[in-house]
Nanobody, 124 residues
């Protein structure tokens, strides 16, 4: 079955760029009509959809994060990557990658696949 695994540093300093990678196994990120998203959950808050990259390579971003967010992919490794620039302590969250025939939603039920999540703390 399709599995997603997030990886990256657990601690990032303020003003730096957060970079996380999602490795997909058991399926291809170029599968038609599938979108691969990054979603985060700050402590005590709701899930927040950040952005996605489509099977075609097109990208989509949350308007509130668009200026700081970049999502790319490496099809040879079946991975997609999140970069979030100029981080502050408010970016501390559990970051998830997810896949499905949708994007833009923060509901787990809307996606076919979820990673286990990775904690990222922004602190000096």
């Amino acid at each position: 079955q399709v599995q997603l695994q997030e990886s990256g540093p657990g601690l990032v300093k303020p003003s730096q760029t957060l970079s996380l990678t999602c490795t997909v196994s058991g399926g291809s990120i170029t599968t038609n009509y599938y979108f691969w998203s990054w979603i985060r959950q700050p402590p005590g808050k709701r899930l927040e959809w950040m952005g996605a990259i489509a099977y075609s390579g097109s990208t989509y971003y949350s308007p509130s994060l668009k200026s700081r967010t970049s999502i790319s992919r490496d099809t040879s490794k079946n991975q997609f990557t999140l970069q979030l620039s100029s981080v502050t302590p408010e970016d501390t969250a559990v970051y998830y990658c997810a896949g499905g025939q949708t994007y833009g939603s923060s509901s787990r039920a809307e996606y076919d696949y979820w990673g286990q999540g990775t904690q990222v703390t922004v602190s000096s």
